[in-house]
């Protein structure tokens, strides 16, 4: 079987870290890139590898690409701080790199935790977001500063088992996330030189509402559904108000 790294991105998450790294301690090398956390974040890290990196945080995009120079095997699962490694996922991956993946990069599907239930809609399962598991020498991630997108010069397969995510603890703790979330989002848009539109401030946090509560059928998963709808149109809104600000004259 395949030798297999995995690598963690964090920063300032003291709550997942245990866990996270509990569920993914059985690799065949563990890689911890924490962005200078302020709390006990990295001082957890250590508790289960020596291989815990420093790193600038300059975008996503870059910050996954350094944690990719420090793997040191083919095979690489990439698994956030708030994520958990399920043990259906670890034996589908054993097993297929047991008898060789067909692919060269897999999409994962992630089942998200949020105001006390598992969304099971809004799009948030299955929530695929880049390939997870991919050979190092054939996927590469584009140095864009958040939402990053990717290259692969091969096939891409999708895994079937979940990965467990629980982005936010309550709802204070989105409004936060996503207030350094949005700042990112407005300095990419005018990097890619967007032009900004007055209607955007009101239109698009509707249709993001919309699309996660109607057509995403957030509504079957009750008031979390509803909540979750609401905030991420308050989340697009604080992202084309920052866009404003960043590229008014």
């Known amino acids: ?93 054993r097993e297929l790199l047991d008898r060789g993946p067909k692919a060269d990069a897999y999409f ?29 020498s054939r996927f590469r991630y584009r140095e864009e500063l958040v939402h990053e997108s990717y290259d692969c010069d091969g096939p891409v ?3 079937s088992r979940p990965a467990l995510q629980y982005p936010f603890r309550d709802i204070d703790h989105y409004i936060a996330k996503q207030d350094r979330y949005s700042d990112l989002m407005a300095k990419r848009m005018v990097e890619q030189g967007r032009r ?12 993001s509402f919309a699309k996660m509560y109607v057509q995403r059928r957030g509504f079957l998963d009750g008031m979390p559904g509803l909540i979750l709808s609401g905030l991420y149109g308050y989340y697009t809104f604080m992202k084309y108000a920052k866009f404003w600000e960043l590229t008014k004259t």
């Open 157 to 159: 397969g999708y895994l």
């Open 108 to 136: 994962v599907p992630r089942k998200n935790y949020f105001l006390g239930r598992w969304i099971k809609h809004c799009g948030w399962y299955p929530d695929y977001r880049q390939p997870q598991l991919f050979r190092k």
């Open 1 to 93: 079987m395949s030798k297999l790294s995995a690598y963690v991105i964090a920063y300032n998450d003291e709550p997942n870290m245990r866990a996270c790294l509990e569920s993914i301690r059985w690799a065949d090398e563990l890689v911890v890139v924490d962005s200078r956390s302020t709390d006990e974040t990295a001082a957890i890290a250590r508790e289960f590898t020596d291989k815990v990196h420093q790193v600038d945080f300059n975008g996503f995009g870059h910050l996954r690409n350094q944690a990719l120079a420090y793997c040191s095997h083919e095979w690489v699962f990439s698994l956030d701080s708030d994520e958990r490694m399920t043990t259906e996922l670890r034996e589908e991956i």
């Open 196 to 207: 900004f539109f007055p209607h955007q401030l009101m239109t698009h946090p509707i249709a």
